[in-house]
């Protein structure tokens, strides 16, 4: 019997014939012939997705290259190049280098071909947006976000959210389907203070999974999520998240998937705002009753508590609620003009206390009383400016809750008597950068024309 002997070309036959073997074998252990879709899908899913594995590959034949030019130096170029098999391993290397380099957009167009349902990303948010816009119930909607999120990038996903307006700080979803995650946690944190699709995958290197405490790090393990997916309600604030795993070839949420899934969780966030409003209103129709407020001190209660302060004074009713959007708890006025009002409330979801500003029924009705100011304070950043946090309404009054600064106002300060020097001309200089900031924001205080003191 001859001694059998590799040879390149030998090597490269097996190697070529690669694909061959691997559908041979799938259809034998399948029991059936396979279709072309998933044996291209069983191959480059192995290959393509490894970039370190395509590199060799392109090396492989560059080498096999160098061993004939150093096996035979005596050869001329023309005729290395003449050789059929200098010429297939150079192919071969320029092929592999192409695959290497063009490694995404070749697996993009793998994947259409490979699973057509997983990459109309338009389609898919449109369909999304009408069902949302349609859906009467938070299971409806959380299948059509689920279904989108399938079709868009091939990955699956849990749409969880506080639809329930009394249980607010937690974000479920429907059927149990993954552990509820609390409002207050870090993931939730991060999602409103940094904003933007949180990576939280272990093996991701982006990923602020080394960053999260135990809890958060046993949801994330637990729901075997890759990207978190902020969803926010009308006013901006966090009313839920979508949790999305990895795509159908085990990869990480690629970049180009984040655009289309932070679309889709907007669309999603207004659909929770709807139902919690729609859910608000079937569970109860009363709105909260006026606020009492002692004429002296300015303390306000509600109508069925007892006056809060021992002035003796009757206390008479006001056109503030006691409770604010269920969670601005009012305390007191601190101030009241003929355009307005100032009041210190507590917000009781995030242990602050806030300044809750309205105007007068005089002046223009529903948001359009406060939203000239809302706009200038939410544009400008400046010490001097307080933050503004959100508008609210009550009974067609549009309420602005803003950032409340316990210093007192000027006109609190010069009954004490006259400003020393130094102090007058801080106070001076913070009111003129101040008036400054706003004046180049393109903003101009008019006394005339201004809805709240």
């Known amino acids: 019997m001859a001694n059998f002997e590799w040879s390149p070309t030998l090597l490269l036959i097996q190697v070529m014939h690669f694909p061959g073997i691997v559908a041979l074998w799938y259809s034998v252990l399948a029991a059936r012939v396979p279709h072309v879709r998933e044996v291209v899908r069983a191959c480059y899913r192995r290959v393509l997705a490894r970039p370190g594995l395509t590199g060799a590959a392109a090396a492989a034949p560059a080498v096999g290259v160098g061993w004939l030019v150093l096996s035979r130096p005596e050869r001329t170029v023309g005729a290395l190049a003449a050789d059929p098999l200098a010429q297939a ?91 509820p995650l609390a409002r207050t946690s870090a993931v939730a944190h991060l999602l409103e203070s940094v904003g933007g699709t949180l990576r939280v995958h272990p093996d991701d290197d982006s990923s602020v999974f080394p960053l999260l405490p135990s809890e958060d790090a046993a949801w994330v393990v637990e729901t075997a999520v890759d990207a978190v997916v902020p969803v926010p309600g009308a006013g ?52 909260p009753l006026p606020a009492r407020e002692c004429p002296d001190c300015g303390s306000v209660a509600d109508a069925a508590e007892p006056p809060g302060c021992g002035c003796g004074s009757v206390y008479v009713e006001t056109e503030v609620p006691a409770l604010l959007a269920g969670k601005f708890r009012l305390t007191g006025r601190l101030g009241a003009g003929g355009m307005g009002a100032v009041y210190l409330a507590r917000d009781l979801r995030l242990e602050r206390h806030v300044a809750v500003k309205t105007a007068t029924r005089t002046l223009v009705p529903g948001l359009m009383g406060v939203k000239p100011e809302a706009w200038a304070m939410a544009n400008v950043s400046h010490p001097a400016v307080a933050q503004v946090y959100g508008i609210e309404s009550w009974r067609g009054r549009a309420f602005l809750v803003v950032e409340y600064l316990a210093g007192g106002t000027l006109a609190d300060r010069l009954p004490r008597g006259p400003a020393p020097e130094r102090e007058a001309v801080s106070i001076a200089d913070a009111l003129g950068d101040a008036l400054a900031a706003l004046h180049e924001a393109g903003y101009v205080h008019e006394p005339s024309r201004s809805t709240l003191p």
Not at 158 to 166: E, F, I, S
Not at 256 to 269: K, N, Q
């Open 236 to 287: 901006g604030e966090l009313v839920g998240v979508l949790a999305v795993g990895r795509r159908f070839d085990d990869r990480l949420v690629r970049p180009m998937d984040v655009p289309f899934l932070e679309s889709l969780g907007a669309a999603a966030g207004l659909a929770v705002g709807r139902l919690r409003v729609t859910q608000a209103a079937g569970r109860s129709t009363a709105e």
């Open 89 to 179: 391993l150079l192919a071969a290397t320029g092929l592999l280098l192409a695959v290497t380099l063009g490694r995404e957009p070749i697996l993009r167009r793998l994947d259409s071909w490979t699973h057509p349902e997983a990459t109309d990303q338009r389609r898919a948010l449109a369909a999304a947006t009408a069902a949302l816009a349609q859906a009467g119930h938070f299971r409806t909607a959380a299948r059509a976000v689920t279904r989108a999120v399938r079709r868009g990038c091939g990955s699956p996903a849990v749409l969880a959210a506080a639809v329930d307006p009394a249980d607010a700080e937690v974000f479920r979803a429907p059927d149990a389907a993954v552990t």
